[in-house]
């Protein structure tokens, strides 16, 4: 047994598709990278606990943990309920050592993902495609500055690569909402318009989305992320990264053990 393992950190849910989401992308990664130790925790809802997680983890004989924030963007969960949590886990198990990796976003491998559920919707992708369909990219929203920068960000870029326009979205905290989005595109003369989902997991603010998608009449709306083998991939890439970093280049837990 590997004296090193990932520990994968979701936020959890009171629906249950959400850890069921959670498990499957985590299974995938594994199967991707036979002998890697891969396990999950949840901060709300579900179980294990990340403190349940890292005593399990320690008293199999693990004694390196690379914590990988399931989330898209850097805000609130992963500046502050994460270190939290892992520091005050890790102060009760002697000679445990916890590397955080970066978040999932942003990545070209989510773009890519994103356009894997448009297609599976039923959305043709070809530059013909793409010059006449409007993209609505509905996050689940946050109150952070930067994680709303870089929805943004992510927006401008992806419309480089041929579509009319993209605009982002929020369930939550920012505006506009998904359904605003969607006529905005409208209002401007864009005849098809799809809606792309861009959260891991299905759940409350996911299905807010579709439901604003439904009430604007959009013409395709793509299931959430999931277990889309790019997220895997992306998975096993943030885990490498916090692996193979220095010190100094890692993202600071509380302090680093020696």
Known sequence: MSSRALLVIAHGSRDPRHAATVHALVGR??????????????LDFNGP??????????LSGVREVVALPLLLTRAFHAKADIPAVLAEATGRLTGLSVRVADVLG?????VTALERRLAEAGLGLTPADR????????????????????????????????????????????????????????????RRVAVAPYVIA??????????????????????????????????????DTA??????????????PA
């Open 29 to 42: 990664a594994r199967s991707l990278r036979p002998g890697l130790r891969a396990e999950t925790a949840f």
């Open 49 to 58: 606990t990340v403190s349940q997680a890292l005593a399990s983890l320690y």
């Open 106 to 110: 942003p990545s070209p491998l989510l």
């Open 131 to 190: 010059a006449r369909t409007g993209v609505v990219l509905a996050s689940a929203g946050s109150s952070d500055p930067e994680a709303i920068a870089v929805i943004a960000e992510i927006a401008r870029e992806w419309r480089h690569t041929g579509w009319c326009a993209v605009r982002p979205a929020f369930a939550s905290a920012g505006l506009p909402r998904t359904q605003d989005a969607v006529r905005a595109l409208r209002a401007e003369g864009v």
């Open 202 to 239: 299905p759940g409350r603010l996911p299905d807010r989305i579709a439901a604003g998608a439904a009430e604007s009449g959009a013409d395709v709306t793509a299931e959430v992320l999931g277990a889309a083998p790019e997220l895997a991939r992306l998975l096993l890439h943030r885990y």
């Open 243 to 256: 692996v193979t970093a220095t010190p100094a280049t890692r993202p600071a837990l509380t302090a680093w």
